[in-house]
């Protein structure tokens, strides 16, 4: 890419607050979406006339919607325990990028048009004009801001940034003002199927491709079945699975772990993306029509199971939202719902993670390794935000955190875990997550990353680890991206399903 | 954003890519390989002629796994692999060589 070089932060010796650098993030702004992008999924096509209303009544709409988003603009005392949570505000030192502030871009203008100390003396109480230069600051600020919720971790009163940055994009999509990365992947979603724009043919061609390898590889012929009516599992994975590497190891060994119980599976060429950037953009309507492709196409294939692959964002949005979205769970008792859980196997977990189901198998014994065949991996786990903090897996608190580990401690004989508050529920996000991946804002993307490779580089130095395994197609990209401006190889990251594929037996399925 | 070339102007986005992929033609590849600071070799050619052929037939990019195999038969086993790609197109071939290539990008979690 053109333009000046980009260089990654110092590593830092102790890991204090960096010095503020006011404004030094304030030239980072992404592309706005064109006209076509916009109208193509709903939104206006630019910025609306006597937009400055439309936002404070979205604002407003939104503040009776989302009784959280109030509390969390009312509640803050600017205690100051966010300020340095947060990897982009550690990375850039920019003082807008402390949660607080970011929050701050927002709440001031929710003083100004709805609290009486803000319509009355707006200036006692920092309140806020809704003006162009607010709505570029929240253009620029609110896209510096990947939803992982670390700051919320820390908070005392338990505000969710994120809620607040899907909130401000929301407001801004309404006005016709989206940022071009995250629409045309919408836009691909409805029109294509997947972001990344794969239609069916493609797909099956990938697919044929990677039976013959894996037959090559193994001489077993491990099938990765398209459209197959009547099969049991459903498996919906994000469409980087089948383009990019290390993604693609993982989608390979999801195939093994099926083959190896001998569970019929398919994908969809339908639901051929289990990502949902309506989630990022805080748009409950794109929530929801991303997420009905998955029903259409379980109801269509009439299979018994859904399963989620390694994507963080998905299975917040599976685990936490698919249930009211789609009916896709349990509990509900409306006849939407109903007529998919009638089809569904009440005796499994709907939807279930692809690390639940390897787990559950390990655990009953349908499984075997050689763990050796990954003795030339010393391994650490990267906790992708999505999944700590915004889902589970198992029963129990803390599944999501344990799952993944005992999988790679199943089918590997090395592991070390990062510094302690930089994983589980503390974990630092990749630096890409939230809509962020895209290369306009890949210094952002560098700078962010800066405290997980500090943690990295702790047991890459002390115990020698050479793979950072992780659950989340955005994390592999990001980091795949990032890891060579700090010194390491792009290899050094890879899925916890390539991991499984190294180790799997295929010769002793039951 | 436009290129100036051979008496016409052609347009592309912000990022670089060809706005109307029936732009393209091979002086063109050389104006958006020089924005990228690569300089086209045989070797270049090769991977940007795969990824043509292969998005005429499906309307998208090959995966990475799938031109890194295409060359290895092409090219011998030593040239099959992803690294490769990454001397010919540092910023990765999937993206850098997609624009050369005339093609869209690949948006998504890649």
Known sequence: MAGPEIKAPAYREFPTVPALQPDSMVGMNPYVANEKMNEAIGFPGKLVDNWEQVAIAKMGELLTKYRSLKVYLDSCVHCGSCTDKCHYFIGTGDPKNMPVARQDLMRNVYRRYFTPAGKMFPKLVGAQDMTKDVLDDWFRYYNQCSECRRCSVFCPYGIDTAEITMAAKEIMHAVGHGHKYVNEIIGKVHKIGNNLGLPGPALEDTLNGLEEDVKEDTGIDVKYPLDVQGAEVLLVTPSADFFAEPHIESLIGYGKVFHAAGISWTLSSKASEAGNFGMFIGSYDQLKKIAMRVREAALELGVKRIVVGECGHAWRVAYSFWNTLTGIGAGANDPFAIELQKQLDPNYKQPAHICEVTWDLIQAGRLKFDKEANDHRIITFHDSCNVARGSRMGDYAGGQFDIPRNIIKSVANKYHEMGVGTTHEKTFCCGGGGGLLTDELIDLRVKGALPRMEALKQVVDQHGVNFMATICAICKAQFTKVLPYYGFKMGLVGGVHQLVSSAIQLGNEQ | ?110
């Not at chain 2, 040239?79 to 910023?91: M, T, V």
């Open chain 2, 1 to 110: 954003m436009a290129i100036e070339i051979n008496g016409k102007s052609v347009e592309t986005d912000e990022e670089g890519y060809l706005v109307n992929l029936a732009d393209w033609d091979e002086d063109i590849a050389g104006v958006l390989a020089q924005q990228e600071n690569v300089a086209l070799t045989d070797q270049h050619w090769e991977v940007i002629n795969f990824l043509r052929d292969y998005y005429n037939e499906f309307q998208i990019a090959p995966a990475v796994r799938v031109l890194t195999k295409a060359i290895g038969k092409k090219l011998g086993p030593e040239k099959g692999n992803s690294q490769y790609l990454y001397e010919l197109f540092p910023y990765g071939p999937a993206k850098q060589a997609c624009k050369i290539a005339g093609l869209p990008k690949p948006t998504g979690c890649v």
